[in-house]
């Protein structure tokens, strides 16, 4: 088991930044992929960006790419997602999970989630 703890959240103006954590517990080590994942109202769950916790290997979604870094702290357990030059559509309910599989961006490989963090950003 692992349990996912997302801290970080919050209200931003447009063109502002937000750095998002998470906390990891339990069987980390069997963990092969990492993500961020958000939620709008009405619309479905989608991958953000994901890394793989051996290689660091990284991938993102389109509409972030350039403005959202993710990154990982394999000694402290926690994952980071660094988000610059925010929009209002990038408001959401961010969401960190865990895979044992190598899926990154593949929202089914993932097994375990964290409850959650608001990120709202104002026009």
């Known amino acids: 088991q692992v349990q996912l703890a997302e801290s970080g959240g919050g209200l931003v103006q447009a063109g502002g930044s937000l750095r998002l954590s998470c906390a990891a517990s339990?069987?980390?080590?069997?963990?092969?992929?990492m993500g961020w994942f958000r939620q709008a109202p009405g619309k479905e769950r989608e991958a953000v960006a994901a890394?793989?916790?051996?290689?660091?290997?990284?991938d993102y979604a389109d509409s972030v790419k350039g403005r959202f870094t993710i990154s990982r702290d394999n000694a402290k357990n926690t994952l980071y997602l660094q988000m610059n030059r925010l929009e209002p559509e990038d408001t959401a309910i961010y969401y960190c999970?865990?895979?044992?599989?190598?899926?990154?961006?593949?929202?089914?490989?993932?097994?375990?989630w964290g409850q959650g963090t608001q990120v709202t950003v104002s026009s």
């Open positions: 339990g069987r980390t080590y069997s963990m092969n992929s």
């Open positions: 890394i793989s916790r051996i290689t660091g290997a990284t």
């Open positions: 999970a865990a895979s044992p599989r190598h899926g990154l961006m593949l929202k089914s490989a993932y097994d375990y």
